[in-house]
């Protein structure tokens, strides 16, 4: 298992930046290789959101299926990922003044099928950048959209 810790300071209420988390399909307006993000479903009798999404890591594209596991409101969402790729992804938000300190964990086992196609430490690379890209993203997505968007 694979385990990637990134943050980021934005400048946007924690509300705000909660709201646009807890979303599925704002995925793939910040996350660069989420191919498409569909099939979304609110989790009854409890918050979070079930969905199916298609994905591609270095050149290897494939289909998962994703569960809210922890929705702690302006504090943690935990989204557990299955079928295609095995992960776990953890925002953590926290206030600084009227900034969100964000961060994110992204636990995965790296496919089977990417690892024929790709070594290991291409991988991990590729997906530390691409996790900072997606927290840049973020970041200009909250800083630069008007706040009722």
């Not at 943050?7 to 988390?21: G, H, N, Q, W, Y």
């Not at 979304?40 to 890591?57: L, S």
């Not at 270095?58 to 095995?86: H, M, Q, W």
């Amino acid at each position: 298992m694979q385990t990637i810790t990134q943050d980021v300071l934005v400048k946007a209420p924690i509300e705000r930046v909660f709201s646009f988390l807890v979303d599925p399909h704002k995925l793939s307006e910040t996350w660069p290789s989420i191919v498409e993000v569909k099939s979304v479903k609110k989790i009854k009798n409890r918050d979070g959101f079930k969905f199916n999404w298609n994905y591609k890591m270095t050149d290897v594209e494939f289909e998962g299926k994703c569960e809210t596991i922890e929705y702690i409101p302006n504090e943690r969402i935990a989204i557990k990922s299955t079928k295609g790729l095995d992960s776990t992804i953890t925002w953590n938000l926290k206030p600084v003044g009227q900034e969100t300190q964000v961060t994110l964990k992204f636990e995965y086992q790296i496919p089977a099928s990417v690892l024929k196609e790709t070594e290991e430490e291409a991988v991990v690379q590729e997906n530390e950048r691409e996790v900072h890209i997606m927290l840049q993203n973020l970041k200009n997505q909250l800083e630069l959209e008007p706040a009722h968007a």
